[in-house]
């Protein structure tokens, strides 16, 4: 935990028992990014000590994703090779967020794949401490509202709406009562863009973020230590460090030599975004992605046309009208989802994305 007392969800019983009988107005259990200080950018060349698998079949992903895998059977005798969690429906891994932040896009996307198991990947302790709790608490109670990004008031009413048709608004009486206890725990409604789920896309009614889970990890280092040759069906690169010097733009997530891993990782049909406000470091990208004969990138039509023909190489998933509106609500997220993605639209800057297709030769 950073700096300072624990956010008052996460060290009350109470308040985590409240939010497990469906208090999701006022914020207890919710963490707050202010009680996990952390700066705002780490040099992913330095020396830093991780915890990595020798291998992707070694990795328990059981501690992730319990509802997708069993604990390794056995512990192993001292010097075999760790032994790695079972999969109990057949599942992997697909979707990977490389510097995702306090965990925006996860979160977003989480429910409209509640089959497809996605993964955070974030260098800074701290920030990563954040997305594990904050995905503890919806687990709890999967319609906890953030805190730090409160619904708006159309969306309050709505949602009350749909819990009086669903139980005679027993919950939302329930919500009023407990805020009168405890009013320091109420949030602010603000007008802030958010992601709409369509009816269409919404998640079975017992959902609750089983499927999301973070990791930290240094992903210019152990990425193939964690994925298996063509695992992933899409990679995001959302507001990456810029590295403004010249001597730091070999730190830039993107480079030859990583577009070779990414293109391991990724599988033929598979997607690879990137966006930011800077357009020196999107010149910088697209012109490192281009000349690599792995990634095709894709026209604005061909980005608003995906999951038309095909699921996109996603497991279980179908081309049609439902998949271009999953995919248009991919790209939603994508633009508005993540921390600076809100930051950037706040303050009326540009922003520039691109999407990439893994192809093979």
């Given amino acids: 935990m950073g700096r300072g007392k624990k956010p008052e969800g996460m060290q009350s019983g109470k308040n985590v028992d409240r939010l497990a009988a469906g208090d999701d107005v006022v914020a207890v259990g919710m963490p707050r990014k202010k009680f996990y200080r952390q700066r705002a950018h780490a040099n992913p060349l330095s020396i830093h000590s991780f915890d990595y698998p020798s291998s992707p079949s070694t990795m328990d992903w059981s501690t992730h994703y319990p ?7 056995s512990v192993g005798h001292e010097g075999d090779e760790a032994q790695g969690s079972k999969p109990t429906r057949g599942k992997k891994v697909e979707f990977a967020d490389v510097g995702c932040g306090f965990g925006g896009l996860i979160v977003n996307l989480a429910p409209m794949f509640p089959e497809t198991l996605m993964l955070g990947l974030e260098i800074r302790v701290q920030v990563t401490q954040y997305v594990e709790d904050k995905i503890q608490a919806l687990r709890i109670n999967p319609k ?13 009413a709505a949602r009350e709406q749909e819990e009086v048709a669903h139980d005679g608004g027993e919950r939302s009486a329930k919500r009023q009562r407990l805020s009168h206890d405890d009013e320091e725990a109420t949030v602010e409604v603000e007008e802030t863009p958010r992601l709409e789920i369509k009816d269409s896309l919404k998640p079975p009614e017992d959902y609750a973020y089983g499927n999301v889970s973070v990791l930290r990890a240094n992903a210019m280092k152990y990425l193939p ?6 695992q992933l069906s899409k990679i995001f690169f959302l507001f990456p460090d810029p590295h403004f010097k010249a001597r730091k733009h070999k730190a830039r997530i993107i480079s030859p030599t990583l577009l070779a891993e990414y293109a391991y990782v990724v599988r033929p049909g598979g997607l690879l975004y990137t966006i930011t406000d800077v357009p020196d470091l999107h010149t910088w990208m697209v012109s490192h992605l281009d000349p690599f ?15 038309y023909e095909s699921g996109e190489g996603v497991d279980g998933l179908e081309g049609g009208e439902l998949g271009r509106e999953r995919e248009r609500a991919v790209m939603e997220a994508v633009k508005l989802k993540t921390e600076e993605g809100r930051k950037v639209e706040r303050n009326n800057s540009g922003k520039q994305w691109s999407v990439w297709r893994r192809v093979e030769v």
Avoid: H, M, V, W
Avoid at 67 to 73: G, H, N, Q, V
């Fill in 67 to 73: 509802t997708f895998f069993d604990p390794p059977s």
């Fill in 144 to 156: 906890s509202i953030d805190p730090d990004n409160p619904p708006t008031a159309e969306e309050l």
């Fill in 225 to 230: 230590n964690f994925f298996e040759k063509g």
């Fill in 293 to 307: 004969p792995l990634f095709q990138r894709l026209t604005e039509e061909e980005i608003d046309n995906l999951g």
